[in-house]
């Protein structure tokens, strides 16, 4: 991204329950957001717009059900919108996609895995930026590098490693539509 632009990141919260949870919800998550921005394999430059919505089980099972075809809620989807790469016309801004995420899952797996619902939360976010950057976790190779970009990014902000062999994480969705 240049010097010159920042992202526009629409920060929702649904659930209330989040702000009783994570201190000032919409910085937390706009902080983490553009920490998993710098991954981008294309520069970013010019306007970037994307939404992160927080929100519940009930909402995240409607969006898995409706796009994936799967009735169960789950920690994070990711709906990508245009492609990084694409050729835009001047000033027009680079719509990225929006991130939705449970608060119930999320809170329910990061007692699981031991960790703050923070350093879960922030986990979440980047791997469902990374997702709307293009990344996936297809194969076995996606996967790893996937991962490895994940811990990367999380260890600048100060996380441990969600994928550190002590605390197996759940399998995240981070699905596409």
Known sequence: ?????????????????????????????????????????????????????????????????????????TNVLSFPGNDPGAPRLPGQPLLLGDIAIAFETTTREAGELGRTVEAHLAHLIVHGTLHLLDHDHVDEAEAMAMEALETRLLAGLGYADPHAESAPEPALTGARR
């Open 1 to 73: 991204m240049d010097s010159d632009s920042s992202p526009s990141i629409e920060v929702a919260v649904g659930n209330g329950a989040w702000r009783t949870t994570v201190t000032d919800p919409e910085t937390f998550v706009r902080d983490v957001a553009i920490a998993a921005l710098a991954a981008s394999p294309e520069p970013l430059d010019g306007a970037l717009e994307f939404g992160i919505r927080l929100t519940d089980d009930a909402e995240l099972r409607v969006l898995n059900r409706e796009f994936r075809g799967k009735d169960a809620p």
